[in-house]
């Protein structure tokens, strides 16, 4: 086998790029033959941006990235058009006398499932056009409200003002939004001046491969099967890869039915199956093999 040619990456995304960008810009200095990312930053926000590289963007459906945590920067008494530091200013309002007592209430009242209305800056599509093109054109429209969960709270500074917290969340929460309803908690207005993303996929930022760096560190390559939400691992044997390989059912030692199993051969990760009553069967796989 091979060495590993099909991994994950997660890139520590610069502030003032799309996450489109920071893809071309990679594909092209390192010269990948397929490039994908998931779960897009805005350009104003930085932080991890998980990237999969030549087969691995196969896999993408499969992982665990049900929770994430970004570091967010909130101003208080200015709201924009678009929740950001990027939009314009559309109202202002006077800031009550807070502490940061009032804000650790106010983040516990947040804390748990709620509602969120997706914004009008947002890749959300109603009726096959993107809320941002609706935005830009002068457009409101109305959206349906989403139950996301907020993990976790921890407060990092405030000076009446400015707000810096961590924010663990589920998958589908806007950081933006949130921002917008911990200031109605506090009783006023607010948008975000920074974003950034700290973890995803239970991996933090000490895995982070730096985006200005010309050679890619081995040590940061993540195979696909350490992402992949599966229910068990199969080291296969000779016989069962060439089943697997060429599209055919092959018989296991184990007595369970799992939806998601990560499959290996010879050490190296290539694909995904679905076992029911020892009958494994291939669902995604590497080419190459």
Same mark, same amino acid.
């Given at each position: 086998?091979?060495?590993?040619?099909?991994?994950?990456?997660?890139?520590?995304?610069?502030? *003032?790029?799309?996450? &489109?960008?920071c893809?071309?810009?990679? /594909?092209?200095?390192?010269?990948?033959?397929? $490039? *994908?990312?998931?779960? !897009?930053?805005?350009?104003?926000?930085?932080?991890?941006?998980?990237? *999969?590289?030549?087969?691995?963007?196969?896999?993408? #459906?499969?992982?665990?990235?049900?929770?994430?945590?970004?570091?967010? +920067?909130?101003?208080?008494?200015?709201r @924009?058009?678009?929740?950001?530091?990027?939009? @314009?200013?559309?109202?202002?309002? *006077?800031?009550?006398?807070?502490?940061?007592?009032?804000?650790?209430a106010?983040?516990?009242? =947040?804390?748990?499932e709620?509602?969120?209305i997706?914004?009008?800056y947002?890749?959300?599509? $109603?009726?096959?056009?993107?809320?941002?093109?609706?935005?830009?054109?002068?457009?409101?429209?109305?959206?349906?409200a989403?139950?996301?969960?907020?993990?976790?709270?921890?407060?990092?500074? %405030?000076?009446?003002?400015i707000?810096?917290?961590?924010? +663990?969340?589920?998958?589908?929460?806007? $950081?933006?939004?949130?921002?917008?309803? =911990?200031?109605?908690?506090?009783?006023?207005?607010a948008?975000?001046?920074?974003?950034?993303?700290?973890?995803?996929?239970?991996?933090?930022?000490? %895995?982070?491969?730096?985006?200005?760096?010309?050679?890619?560190?081995?040590?940061? /390559?993540?195979?696909?099967?350490?992402? $992949?939400?599966?229910? +068990?691992?199969?080291?296969l044997?000779?016989h #069962? %890869?060439?089943?697997?390989?060429?599209?055919? !059912?092959?018989?296991?030692?184990?007595?369970?039915?799992?939806?998601?199993? !990560?499959?290996a051969?010879?050490? &190296?990760? %290539?694909?995904?199956?679905?076992?029911?009553?020892?009958h494994?069967?291939?669902?995604?796989?590497?080419?190459?093999?």
């Amino acid at each position: 086998m091979s060495e590993v040619a099909n991994f994950f990456l997660l890139v520590d995304k610069p502030v *003032g790029i799309t996450s &489109q960008r920071c893809l071309t810009t990679l /594909k092209r200095r390192f010269g990948f033959k397929k $490039i *994908g990312h998931h779960g !897009t930053l805005d350009p104003f926000a930085s932080g991890l941006l998980l990237v *999969g590289v030549n087969e691995a963007t196969k896999f993408f #459906q499969f992982i665990n990235d049900e929770a994430k945590t970004y570091r967010a +920067t909130i101003k208080l008494g200015a709201r @924009t058009d678009t929740l950001d530091v990027t939009g @314009t200013v559309l109202e202002e309002l *006077g800031v009550p006398c807070l502490s940061a007592a009032h804000v650790l209430a106010a983040m516990a009242a =947040l804390t748990g499932e709620i509602q969120q209305i997706p914004p009008m800056y947002s890749a959300v599509k $109603i009726a096959g056009k993107k809320l941002y093109e609706l935005a830009r054109a002068g457009e409101t429209v109305e959206r349906q409200a989403r139950t996301v969960n907020i993990l976790h709270w921890q407060l990092i500074s %405030f000076d009446q003002t400015i707000i810096v917290a961590d924010v +663990t969340v589920s998958r589908g929460t806007y $950081i933006r939004v949130l921002a917008e309803q =911990l200031a109605e908690k506090l009783g006023t207005i607010a948008h975000l001046t920074a974003l950034r993303r700290l973890s995803l996929c239970g991996l933090d930022e000490s %895995f982070a491969q730096s985006f200005e760096a010309q050679v890619i560190d081995d040590s940061k /390559k993540i195979i696909p099967a350490r992402l $992949i939400a599966a229910q +068990t691992h199969l080291d296969l044997n000779e016989h #069962q %890869f060439e089943d697997i390989r060429h599209g055919r !059912t092959t018989l296991t030692e184990l007595e369970v039915d799992a939806d998601c199993v !990560t499959l290996a051969y010879q050490g &190296q990760f %290539f694909g995904v199956g679905i076992l029911k009553k020892r009958h494994l069967s291939p669902v995604r796989l590497c080419h190459g093999y």
